[in-house]
Structure formats: C-alpha cells, structure tokens
C-alpha cells in the first residue's frame, strides 16, 4: 500500500469522527435558539402591569363628583378653587360660608395653595344653633375657614406624616398612607388630590374646628 493511499484513509476516518460532533453542536445551536425564541414570545405576550398614577383623586367619596361639566375633575381644574368648590354639589355648605366670610376673591387670587374642604355632611355634623352662630360671627367664621388652607400645595405623600401652618395661624396635621388620610386626628380624607387651577383639594368629612 503507497503513501497516497494511506493519506486518503486517514482523511476518511478523521471526517467520520467529526460529523457526529458537528450534529451534536448544530443540534444544541437550533435548540438554544428555539429556546430562546420561545422565552422571547412568552415575555412579549405577557400583559403590561398597570399602575394608577399617583396625581389622579382618591377617595370613596369622589364617586359623588360630576362626571362632566364644571363641577367635573376636569371642570374644577380649569377654574379657582372657590369658584371650583361653587360648581360641585357636595361642597354648597362650604361654599355659602366662604362667602359670608367675604373670602372668595383672597381663596380664588392665593397661589399654590391646599384647601381641606368640608362637605355638607361635614357641617351637617355641628349642631344648628353652633353653626348658626359661627355664621353669623364673621371674625370667627374667618379663623375657621382659613384653618383650612396651608399655603403650599401638598402632595399625597406629603400627608403621610405632616404638619403644616394654615393661613389661620393654626396648625394643620395629617397621618395616613396610600388612599386612607386623616387630617388633625379627627377628619377623614373622603376624596383628595383634587386639582383645580390654583390649588390642591382633600375633601374631608369633619370640619376642622381651631382651638380658640
């Protein structure tokens, strides 16, 4: 047998060791790739988380507000706060005595401000011949109401654990975390972070009464 032939035999049989191993290596190429093809698919199809951002209203008590209209979120957002306040139903009680007080140019012209607002039922809560004659005391009336506003716009996380000086002189404290809020330990947070052109309102269930 010459040399030639012999070089030929080699060749041969060193290309018949190498094929398995080059199936081997094609085969876990095409598996890695139809693996990594389908993690792919399954990330794609999986559905976005959604989160609800965090400058939207809360509170059980904004299913009450408008859906459209002035009175509306997006109504209240174009106009002052006490004008806002004037289009929304839940709000005429405080709207009436912000007007006895004479203080709706000073709340509608105030920059960045927060209004912790009273809804009727609020109100409702002291007794008659009380609010009849803080009504009808004007000097008073002003304490209250201004002791529902802080002179800055406050956020949600603001309130976690806060406190504030009011336009009353007063101060102002808040507690809470998520959507649930209490304001001076008394007053319960019912729809807030509601925007409106000049000023951030918490609608609260309790007025807030400043020590005399």
Do not use: W
Request: with cysteine; charged share 15%; proline share 6%.
């Amino acid at each position: 047998m010459n040399t030639r032939h012999l070089r030929r035999i080699a060749v041969t049989v060193s290309a018949a060791a190498l094929l398995p191993l080059a199936l081997t290596a094609c085969s876990g190429d095409s598996d890695t790739s139809a693996s990594d093809s389908g993690a792919d698919k399954a990330a794609s199809s999986a559905p976005a988380k959604e989160t609800k951002p965090m400058d939207e209203p809360f509170g059980p008590g904004c299913a009450t507000v408008p859906k459209e209209g002035a009175g509306s979120f997006a109504g209240m957002a174009q106009d002052p706060v006490a004008t806002a306040a004037s289009n929304n139903p839940a709000l005429s009680t405080l709207v009436a005595a912000v007007k006895q007080a004479g203080l709706v140019d000073t709340l509608n012209s105030a920059e960045n401000i927060t209004v912790f607002a009273p809804t009727n039922d609020a109100f409702a809560k002291i007794p008659k011949a009380d609010l009849d004659k803080l009504l009808a005391d004007k000097a008073q009336l002003t304490k209250v109401l201004t002791a529902h506003v802080v002179g800055q716009k406050l956020t949600p996380t603001q309130l976690e654990k806060g406190s504030f000086d009011t336009l009353a002189k007063t101060k102002l404290t808040t507690s809470g975390s998520g959507t649930s809020y209490t304001v001076n330990d008394s007053s319960k947070v019912v729809c807030g972070n509601v925007p409106t052109a000049n000023a951030t309102v918490y609608i609260v269930d309790t007025v807030l009464m400043p020590a005399s």
